[in-house]
Structures are given as structure tokens and as C-alpha cells.
């Protein structure tokens, strides 16, 4: 029950702060009619798509075995890399330091990303000593 | 071939980290008491340190003893010392002439402040600061150091957390406008401003009027001052200077006087009552945290005497069982500190930035060294106090009827 929770509940979890985040709370620039999106808006959809992976990864680990649970979440680690590299790396955020995308969505990301990875390190550490 | 939990030879080395496996229930819980007392010094004193250095920041770009300014934008004024929001104010008569011609100025210069438009979506605010290179003494000494010519007209000098272009220029009001240096971080809200000449200050007005409103009416575009920045002669003091000034002509009573000194000492009040009850906090947190912990290591004597007494028939001595218990604490301690600094700098290196423009005060990142030396304390700290709570333990196996107690245990 415990690994259920660790490896299926928690990702459901930041799988989802991590897609809605950049919509909501964590909100990237505004997109002005007739002007180009910048970087940080093909960042939040990107985040949108990996968040929603990482979720279902999540609800597909609460109803499997510990061996399976510990593929999965190795996935979902991989994906915690991904969260980070998007607004880091491949896509990016604004460059201007007090832009709102940048002192807060590229902060928030690379936490959520980092505690992903985590959090699935944990899981697989514990279901593969299970499985043994 | 790796060794099972039940194959594992137990030596009394690993006998410590075997007792907190075991128990992972205990273990937990303490770890989690001491990374919370690690989390709340590592991010206190963090949060302190940083806005020591932005205020140590503010004081060394503050050039000027003395700022006047139009009547009721005081408060304006001051915020563009500290961290406040970019404002554009300006005298709507020619008064820079006339104050410098006060008894116990050194020195005076003036500026001219626009707070631009956050138009499109990377197009931030900025504070544009308008500065005469010729009798400048407050900008030019700290740009000097990044840019040592004469700034030319539509050239501009930007702080730190202004979006530079890759070509090197930057976009307000729809034109790009060169870049000639970009600053070192201040952590104040110089971070966020562009520097051009007052040269070019008409420019920018012509600018602005074009894409948005007019930043200021076109008959004061060319003789804009927003503020008369002074240095006062040695012996004089700022206020007597502003009573010089006061006295030239009646109508100077209504301007705002502007003291960086005073603005400096009162951000200084305001960051004292912060660090005092982030100090205050943290000391009751450490508190309660040691008590818990010496309620739970000194309830565990009773609970492990049986362990004990096992320990000592097999022939460990009293001084083995107390280097355990201690051992035990220690890594309690270590494992809650490692965590607890972790988990901190998780939150408060990403958020620096958020951090500076939430608190509205100087604030910036220290630098390498006082982090790792801040990281190395708080586990040395987290280490001791996770000793410093097996110390009733301690103390009771070493009483004289120790024998006694434990044997209560066979």
C-alpha cells in the first residue's frame, strides 16, 4: 500500500501541478493578439503534455505489480528530467529576469521536476528491493 | 552477490545504522523533526544573509546625500533607491539652476525618471533613468567599472535583469535602442532600469508618443528634471543643505526632500524587524525540536533496555553502549541536516528572484562560498542537536544503578 502511494498517488500529483501549473498559478506570459508567442508559451503547452503523461503513469501504477511499478516509474523520472530541461534547455522562458515566466514558471518547474525525480527514485529504490 | 537483511553480519561498527533500520518508523519521524529545524535555519539565515547584501548593495550605489524632487513624489523617489515599482515625475519649471546655487553643495546633478510600458509580452516595465554624463557623481562611478567612454546619444547602460537581445539591444516603445553594457545585479530596483543620456531623453519621448501615450508633454521633453541629486560639502549635513535650499525662494518649501541616507537606515529598520522575527521564530522552532527529541531518544532507555542488557551480557561495556546511542543521534542529525539543506536550497535558490520582488526590499544572492560555508554549519548544527538529545540517555546508562536498570530488562 505504501509503494501504491509513493509510486502512483504522488506522481497523479505533481503530474498534474506540473500541467496545470504554467496555465494557472504558475501562468506564463500573455500571448497579445496578432503578436508572436514567445518561449514560454510553447513551454507551458509542452509541460501541459508531459504533466498529463506523468499523471496517467501515475494512475497506471496504482493498479499494477511492484516490478512494473518500478519500470514505470523509472519513465516518470525520466519525465522529472524533461520537466526541468524544457524551460531550461530545449524551450526556454523569457530572458528578462523580472518577467513573471521567469521568476516563477521556470522556479516552479525545475522544483516539481526535481521532486518527480525524487519521489520515482524513492519508489523504484523500494519496489525493486520488494521484488527481490 | 549482495548480503540479505537477515545474512547481513551485524559488527558493533554497524550496529548503529542497523538499530535505525529496524526502526524506520522512529527514524522517520526524527529525521523529519530535525530536517524541519534544518529547513527553518538554512532558509532563515539564507533569507538573511541575502537581504544584508542587497541592502550593503543599495548603500554603495547610493552617491548622493540629499535628492529633490517635485512636491508629493517622495515616496516615488524613495522606492527607486529600494526595490519599488518603476514611476515617471518630473518639475514642470526649471528649478535645477537655482537649487544648485544653494550654500553647501559640492556637487549636484540631475536626472530624469520614465517608467516605460509593459507593452507586448516580453516587453517588461523598465525604469528609465535619464543622467548627465558631465556632472553626473552618483551613476557613472559604478557603470565605470563595466563601461568607462562617454555614453552616447541613444546609447543606453542597462541593470541586470533587463532582457537583452541577443544583438545587443533592447525593444521599448517599438524601436530598438543599442546596449552599450549591462551592470553586475544590485539587487535593488537599478536591476530593472535603463541608463541613457540626458541627450536622449527627448528621443524616448518622441518614442513613447508614437506607440502609446506621451511619457511626458512635448515642452518638457528637452528640459525634463525629475530630480536634482546633491552632494553637500564637507561639515554641512543634508537637512541644513535642504534649509539652505528651502530659503532661496518661498515656493522651494513644497519640493520633496529625499535623504538616501535616511531611506537606507529605514530599509534597514524594516530588514532588522524581519531577521528579528525570523530569529525569534527559528529559536522557539529549535526549541520545541530539541524538546521533542530528548522526550523521544530519553523515553527510548526504558523501551530498549532489554536491547541493552542483551548488549551487555554479550560483553559490550557501558562506554560501547553510549557510542552507539550517540552514533545513533548523530546520523539522525546528519541524514535530517543533508535533507533539511536540500530541501531548502530547492526553494530558495529557484525562487531568489521571486523572493527579492515579493519582500520589496534589497535583496540579493550572496555568493558561493558564505552558501557552502551556511550549508556546512546548519549540518553541523542539525548533527550536534541530534547528539545534544541523546545526551539524557547518556546520562542515564552512566548513573551507577545503571546495572540495576538494566537488568530490570532481563
Redesign the interface.
Known sequence: MKNRILGGIVPIVLGALIAVGPQTFAHV????EG?M??AC?YTAQAALGIGIVIAVLGLIALFVDGRIRAGINIAVALLGALVIAVPTVLIGV??????HC???T??TL??LG??TIVFAAIDVALDARHA? | MSDSPARRRITPASLPIENLRRRPFRTTALTVVVTILSVAFFGGSMLTLNLKEGLASMERRLGADLMVVPQATSSKAEALLTNGNPSTFYFTRDVAGQVSKADGIAEATSQTYIASLAAACCDEKLQIIGFNPSTDFVIEPWVASQYDKTLQRGEMIVGASVNVSVDGTVELYGRTWPVVAQLANTGTSLDNSAFISNDTVPQMVEASARVSHRAMPKEYADTAVSSVLIKVKEGYDAQTVAENIKRLNPEFASLGFVYPGGVTASTKTSLDTLTGYLAVFITALWIMGLIVLLAVFGSSVNERKKEFASLRIMGATRGMLVGIIIRESAMIGLFGGVIGVLASSLFIFPFSGYIGNRLQLPYLQVGLPAILAMMAITIVLATLVGMAASVLCVVRLGRPEAYLTLREGE
Open positions: 506570459c500573455e500571448v497579445h503578436k508567442p514567445m508559451h523569457c530572458k528578462g529576469a523580472m518577467m521567469h521568476m516563477v521556470l522556479p525545475i522544483v526535481v521532486l527481490k
